[in-house]
């Protein structure tokens, strides 16, 4: 029954010989769940084809950029635009001051945005400001969160140092090349453990800068913030003195237009972008408080720049993205595809009597291979990553493509159907036979 993945492995043995493990992005080589990655030719809608023609339904979109789904008619009208004027002038344009009001009219509290070209160098652009506004040192960070691989963030992180592509996850750091000394910097706490980050706080409080978290998070399978967590946050960061730092890259314009900030009532001090905001293309952006943000170079002393940062082809898809979300929000459709996903999963699971615990928030949803809830990072790596790899490989071998790792989110966009639908929970009953 296994579609044909001749020419994936033929370019994966040429990709190894010119290209560290055939990939650009260690999560990419199916590490965690063995088998040969897909090469994939082009993507239309819902569906990714690979390069030996099968068509996968596609629950990675591009792990949460294409949440309109891929070469949305808008999102290509706008780059081919863009492209007629001109690829990179290295000075301001009209298209950054439009995202950027746009950004600001969905994050009321960012008075002022900074655009770069990736996830990673927001986080590490607002970890900066951090330090440079409060004059402190430390940083906090959450055990399983991931923000990027900036030296300081690769302290017990998420996402693919989860599944052994590099260091160790229970080490501090959890990659080589990290030096201890960045690393004592990052103060790790357990995420939904108010009395842990207090216990953090009351030691180390008058030198923490900030605190980073993910709102909702994907990086570990996606887990959920309870209320006394947040509350915990707020109340801390200010009464010490912090800043606090909501890291919406994975779920700023998807959870909600405002992201999880609209969706939780969330009052960070700074806020990083990335993925959505770039509509496929590389960006990430950083902002907030006129006061914090003027720290930044040219008007203050916190050093920050970007030879491509405010790329025009980069603005054009990200304003293209922003325009049609705000025009037409699908935030009410992916919450209903996400509900009917999510029940009709849970249905057959229980019917097969295979133990799972399914988490989601809008179109972010993990299924753990795990008896009982998980709400900690803890009890998501108990997950039975076994039965995970079987579940993956009986899906991708019927055409529906899920994230090849336990400790991922999948992403749904507006252009899955009702028939995706269900053609998702039909092939999981077939796959089940095999757990
Ligand atoms: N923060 C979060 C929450 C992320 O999910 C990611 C990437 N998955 C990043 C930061 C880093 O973004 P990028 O890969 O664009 O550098």
């Not at 999560?27 to 239309?44: D, E, H, L, N, Y």
């Not at 960012?110 to 004059?135: H, I, K, N, P, Q």
């Not at 990290?178 to 108010?194: C, G, K, M, R, S």
């Not at 749904?412 to 092939?427: I, N």
Request: contains cysteine; proline residues 5%; charged residues 15%.
């Amino acid at each position: 029954m296994s579609l044909s993945t001749r020419r994936s492995e033929e370019l994966f043995s040429q990709a190894q010989q010119v290209i560290p493990g055939g990939v650009n992005s260690p999560v990419r080589a199916f590490k965690a769940v063995g088998g040969t990655p897909r090469f994939i030719a082009r993507a239309q809608g819902a569906y990714l084809w690979d390069a030996d023609g099968n068509q996968l339904l596609d629950y990675l979109g591009s792990w949460g950029p294409m949440i309109l789904g891929h070469s949305h008619p808008a999102v290509v009208a706008a780059i081919e635009q863009a492209l007629l004027e001109g690829l990179s002038y290295g000075a301001p344009t009209e298209r950054e001051v439009r995202l950027a009001e746009q950004v600001r009219e969905a994050y009321p509290m960012a008075d002022l945005v900074r655009f770069v070209s990736s996830g990673t160098e927001a986080t590490m652009s607002a970890l900066r400001l951090a330090r440079g506004y409060t004059g402190r040192d430390l940083i906090v960070k959450f055990r399983g969160n991931y923000h990027g691989h900036a030296d300081s963030l690769l302290v017990q992180a998420g996402s693919g140092l989860l599944t052994g592509a590099g260091g160790t996850a229970r080490s501090a750091p959890s990659s080589a090349g990290v030096p201890q000394a960045f690393a004592e910097l990052t103060l790790v706490a357990d995420y939904n453990d108010p009395e842990g980050l207090e216990s953090l706080f009351q030691r180390y409080g008058e030198q923490i800068a900030a605190v980073i978290f993910e709102p909702v998070v994907g990086n570990a399978g996606v887990l959920v913030p309870t209320r006394a967590f947040l509350e915990a946050l707020h109340r801390l960061t200010r009464q010490y003195g912090a800043l606090l730092i909501a890291d919406e890259v994975m779920t700023g314009f998807r959870l909600a237009r405002g992201g999880a900030v609209e969706l939780l009532g969330l009052q960070p001090d700074l806020i990083c972008w990335g993925k959505i905001i770039g509509g496929g293309l590389p960006v990430g952006a950083y902002g907030g408080r006129a006061e914090v943000m003027q720290q930044i170079a040219p008007l203050g002393p916190v050093y920050q720049a970007g030879t491509l940062s405010g790329n025009p082809l980069a603005m054009a898809a990200g304003l293209a993205t922003l325009k049609t979300l705000f025009q037409n929000p699908p935030y009410a459709q992916l919450e209903a595809y996400g509900a009917a996903l999510e029940q009709g999963l849970q249905a057959l699971f229980a019917e097969a009597g295979v133990p799972v615990a399914i988490n989601r928030v809008g179109s972010m949803i993990t299924v753990f291979f795990h008896e009982g809830p998980v709400q900690t990072y803890a009890e998501a790596v108990a997950s039975d990553t076994k039965r995970f790899k079987v579940f993956f490989h009986g899906l991708l071998e019927r055409g529906v493509y899920w994230p090849p790792s336990q400790f991922e989110a999948a992403f749904f966009s507006a252009a899955h159907s009702q028939a995706d639908l269900e053609r998702t929970l039909a092939v999981v009953e077939q796959a089940m036979r095999e757990l």
